[in-house]
């Protein structure tokens, strides 16, 4: 129990009232006690982060009014209504007006926190909400690199010093802590951004085709060359060039980049001529390449050649103040495209999103974003609830059963939320296609049921 959380205590019976604050005191609360609705109102206002608690049966101002003037500074204040027996039917259309509770004479002491507690465990989360909303509005646009801690304010500033030099860059950071993010940042604020941002993962490509994708070619350099194309590098002259995972680029290509870094040209395949490149690099490594043990191939000399700049991505653990702004940011994107409604933040999945490590780090809190959206992980007080099975049945047997039955009612709902299309039931799931297509199978579910669309 929040032992500050604020009530605002109301009776004109001063002994009744002296004896209810003595409870709710003793109960941890920070009481203020009023004796008329008149004292307490000026106390309320929209930022007013507490419960307030009246008597119904009161001269001048009674209860029902003060709810109602309460309603219009803000509906989302919990008021609790004390009432006598004979003014039940009248609470109870206040609970229907939106009143939070109402609490019938005599009333048990431990009744009386009880509700109090429950009352302002909701107050907090529709502030901390509203919080957020705000934070994510004002941060989601303009500042796509979301982040209140100190770590990330250092970042950001760090990005606006060097956006607008023509410095060479190197992003460190596991996987899903954001480097793509971080480049575009840097291509954005820098007096490039009207030119090319070109993103390239060095890893993704096979090493027969990335000296064509770097450096272009010219008709007939090769089987296959039908016409010119121009390469990654001198499409981003004048921008920013990115290279993703440049721990992964293959021995011989790292060796022409070494040189392209230090002469700022390139020679496309098929051709001798010399093109020069007003050339500015951000190269992403999910590895230490200051590291020889973890550099293992990658060549020292073009390493020192990037390490101009090194900026370390920090992951989610290491910044779990920002995991809640963050999610609602990410909701609120996932509502958007989905054409759903923002969900609010329960305890239990504010107890998730703090617990949790995040392994997967930014990428892995998006994609639970978007399933808690579509209602796919919706996360209960002490575990994620389970979609219904195709036939809605009974989930027995063994427990490698029972976890297929899970998988399959997972997999059901997401197509049915996706419409059947592939793409997106495979980024909400976080699977693979590979991957995807063999539960498919396993299960015997037909993704043609779901949808008449194409992958």
Known sequence: MNISLPVILIDDDRDLLRATAQTLDLAGFAVTACASAAEALPLVDISFSGVIVSDIRMPRI???????????????????????????????????????????????????????????????????????????????DDLPLIGQTPVMERLRATLRQIADTDVDVLLTGETGTGKEVVASLLHRWSRRAPRNFVALNCGALPEQIMESELFGHEQGAFTGAQKRRVGRIEHSSG?????????????????????????????????????????????????????????????????????????????????????????????????????????????????????????????ELTHFAE???????????????????????????????????????????????????????????????KTFYDKLQRHGIVRGQFSGGDD
């Open 62 to 140: 009674d209860g029902l009014e003060l709810f109602d003037r309460v309603r219009a500074i803000d509906p989302d204040i919990p008021v609790i209504l004390v009432t006598g027996h004979g003014d039940i039917q009248m609470a109870v259309k206040a609970i229907q007006a939106g009143a939070y509770d109402f609490i019938a004479k005599p009333f048990a002491a431990d009744r009386l926190v009880q509700c109090v507690h429950r009352a302002g465990e909701k107050r907090a989360l529709v502030l901390e909400n509203r919080r957020l909303r705000e934070s994510a509005e004002e941060d989601g």
């Open 239 to 363: 921008g920013t060039l990115f290279l993703d995972e440049i721990e992964s680029m293959a021995p011989a290509t790292q060796v022409q980049m070494l040189r392209v870094l230090e002469m700022r040209e390139v020679t496309p395949l098929g051709t001798n001529e010399v093109r020069p490149v007003d050339l500015r690099v951000v190269a992403a490594a999910k590895v230490d390449l200051g590291d020889p043990s973890q550099r293992r191939g990658f060549r020292e000399d073009l390493y020192y050649r990037l390490n101009v700049v090194t900026l370390s991505l920090p992951p989610l653990r290491e910044r779990r103040n920002d995991v809640p702004l963050l999610f609602r940011h990410f909701a609120q994107r996932a509502a958007k495209r989905f054409g759903r409604p923002v969900p609010d933040l329960t305890p239990a999945v504010n107890r998730h999103l703090a617990g949790h490590d995040w392994p997967g780090n930014v990428r």
């Open 371 to 433: 399933r808690f959206v579509l209602g796919l992980e919706p996360v209960e007080d002490e575990a994620i609830a389970v979609p219904a099975s195709k036939d809605a049945k009974t989930v027995t047997g063994s427990l490698p059963e029972r976890l297929a039955e899970v998988e399959a009612g997972f997999i059901r709902q997401a197509l049915k939320e996706t419409g059947g299309d592939v793409r997106r039931t495979m980024e909400l799931l976080g699977i693979p296609r």
